[in-house]
């Protein structure tokens, strides 16, 4: 028996001592990849990596060129894309610390499932990047751009992407296991923000960004992507992606404005936001209830409307109850009419709570979802109407 423990505690040393380092690689062999890029080719796909440019980490921007280098190669499918890379970079790509993958338009409404499944089958890929979608755009066209402010382009769209969803509402992250659920389940359908391009010179290069002002191409996220199962079927616009952030609790803060009457404007800051989302029968017909409870502080206020007032409080209150609730109906709306996909997740939710239903609405549950009765109940409470209550340049009569 003594002999037996020795012999599974040496193993058991053995193994510690020699795993962590069989699939090591010096740091100077590696060329780091931070985004990549897919777009469809008629003979399969096309491959980016903005890969880092090493001596931009230590050096001057001003003396070694671009921050990034971007390869391409085109395969009949990713992975020998990918090996391809090889062929022009003389150091392995490694995705350890890849931030976002861009879909082109073109690719994404093809469908994405392929691609799903080799990030996910891949070792060296973890789960914490995110998606989008290029809107009317190729992958290519978004990763060659370089970014002002931030000196690594696939790093801004990481963080442009996760300060518009925290502080506005108008997109949303997706990673790679929330993406695989939503395409695997049958009462959710998947969203993937859109990234598009503005251009205040048509004739920008990609250092003009890096230079100039106000000049230049600019990426900003657009709008979000519907998917029906692996397929990009169309665009939720703005407000419409607000809608489906309210009503799926997804905002931490983000403004939002109420007309008073012609002349005041009261402009709120949402400061917190809980939803609930139940489901109930009637007749064996299910019925979705969301129930929003929401803290906002005053943050502007344009007019002689005096918010100092408890009823002026109240009617300021009502009144951005009632446009957040016609913004989530508008979102409502447009997923059961125009695109005929639950992004909410009601079906879910209808799963959990009557299985046995659910079995009766799934074989059909697209055109179930359409004529679902979805109630709203939406409550806001002032927390704060700001350091000063009156307005500032009113004179008392």
Not at 162 to 187: P, S
Not at 285 to 311: F, R, T, Y
């Amino acid at each position: 028996m003594e002999k037996n423990t020795k012999l599974i505690a040496f193993f058991w040393l053995f193994s510690i001592l020699c795993s962590g380092c069989w699939s090591s690689h010096e740091i100077n062999t590696l060329g780091i990849s931070i985004a990549t890029g897919i777009d469809l080719t008629e003979g399969g796909y096309t491959i980016y990596h903005q890969v880092l440019n090493p001596k931009a980490i230590t050096g001057n921007v001003e003396t070694i060129g671009t921050p990034v280098f971007l390869f391409t190669q085109q395969g009949d499918n990713l992975f020998s894309a990918i090996r391809k890379i090889s062929l022009e970079s003389p150091r392995k790509i490694y995705n350890a610390h890849l931030r976002m993958i861009i879909f082109g338009e073109d690719m994404a409404r093809n469908g994405i499932k392929d691609a799903i499944d080799f990030y996910m089958r891949d070792y060296e890929f973890r789960t914490d990047f995110y998606f989008a979608v290029a809107r009317n755009k190729t992958a290519k066209e978004v990763l060659e751009l370089l970014t002002p402010l931030e000196f690594n382009p696939g790093i801004k769209m990481y963080e442009s992407l996760k300060n518009a969803q925290n502080l506005t509402g108008l997109t949303k992250e997706v990673n790679i296991i929330e993406l695989t659920q939503l395409i695997l389940a049958d009462g959710s359908n998947p969203v993937l923000p859109g990234i598009d391009i503005v251009s205040e010179k048509p004739d920008s290069d990609n250092m003009d960004a890096m230079t100039t002002v106000n000049e230049g191409k600019r990426l900003f996220y657009n709008g979000l992507g519907v998917f029906n199962e692996d397929k990009l079927i169309g665009w939720l616009s703005g407000e419409e992606t607000l809608g489906l952030n309210y009503i799926l609790g997804d905002i931490k803060k983000c403004p939002e404005y109420v007309y008073y009457n012609e002349t005041d404007q009261i402009t709120f800051d949402i400061c917190q936001l809980h939803s609930k989302i139940s489901a109930v029968s009637r007749d064996e017909k299910p019925e979705i209830h969301v129930k929003i409870n929401i803290d906002a502080n005053i943050a502007a206020m344009e007019g002689d409307l005096d918010i100092s007032k408890k009823e002026n409080q109240t009617i300021a209150a009502q009144l951005l109850e009632s446009k957040i609730q016609q913004i989530c109906q508008n979102a409502v709306r447009r997923a059961q009419h125009d695109f005929r996909c639950d992004i909410f997740g009601f079906g879910e939710i209808i799963y959990r709570k009557y299985p046995d239903l659910w079995k009766k609405l799934k074989t059909n549950w697209s055109n179930e979802f359409s004529n679902i009765f979805v109630d709203f109940h939406i409550t806001v409470e002032l927390k704060q109407p700001g350091q000063i209550t009156k307005p500032m340049f009113r004179k008392e009569k």
